[in-house]
DNA sequence: CAAAGCTCCTGACCGC
DNA sequence: TGCGGTCAGGAGCTTT
């Protein structure tokens, strides 16, 4: 399930692999997936050089010397493998759901493995991309200069449903999924059924604070799996083994005493873990 | 306008 | 062992 810190982390590996590097040929397999893949995505990148690479949200934007661009979003499943010579027999096997291979002018080949296809990749200009949907409506980057209590609680004082659901709201903080909404509500001591505008001013400091921690610690964790190309198997890193309360019903929290367990509800059709007695 | 519900998809898991 | 049912959730769309 990438969030933000599983974005991020392949965003970065991405950014090792294709600095200073152009296409050299892309091969797509499958274009049916959340959005179609534009006809011509291969002819517009095809050869152009690799100018920057941006995360935005659970986003990753790709543009070339030329202006051309492309989005990245891996959905609920998509995996990123790179490899360093795409000559070798690993890189030259398929996998099942491996859609796009973009093999790169220094011999490196970058896969995109979706079997949900929830995912997307689809075409953008550089030119005011950030005006263009979905990055006009998003909110804030909560890793970002910007991101504080004020701005929370202005983001929060319009908005009734529960605090949780209004987390994952990408309008209100960009990156945020199901995982770390729960984390960061357990360590701001937030009921995730509170409503969001109902917060006081000390709650949205500690809830501000509480995001930014799980999700630089998340990381500092994703990073960890790295090795020297993405060792992207694309997966959380090691930071499910840090999780507090996700996916932990019925066990105690990591502040619990004997009577005290770790509750799974279902909000806006998704599971919510946390624990009644530290979370008020 | 906000908020809730529905949908897309496949793999993992469970019980029999 | 295989098979059917359930669950997982990001985001865009529809409904309330």
Redesign the pocket.
Known sequence: ???LPEVETVKRGLETALQNNSFDHIKIYRR?L??PIPANLEQRLNKQAIKNIIRR???IVVFTQTGEGFVL?L???GRIRIYQDKLTAEAQARH??DHVIFDMQNQQRVVFND????G?LYSVDEQNWEQQ??FS?MGIEPLGNHFNPAYLANALS?????IK??L????VIA?I???Y?CEALYYAGIDPRR???RLNENETAKLCTAIREVLIKAIEAGGSSLRDHVQTDGSLGYFQTQWAV??RQHEKCPACHDNCRIQ?I??????TFYCPTQQQ
């Open positions: 399930m990438p969030e049916d959340r959005i949200g659970k986003y979003h959905g609920m499943s099942k759901h079997p949900r296809r929830f997307m949907k979905p409506d319009s908005k009734k449903s529960p659901s209004a994952l709201d990408q309008s990156g999924g199901n995982i909404a409503s969001a505008h996700y996916g799974r279902t909000q806006s059709g998704r599971s």
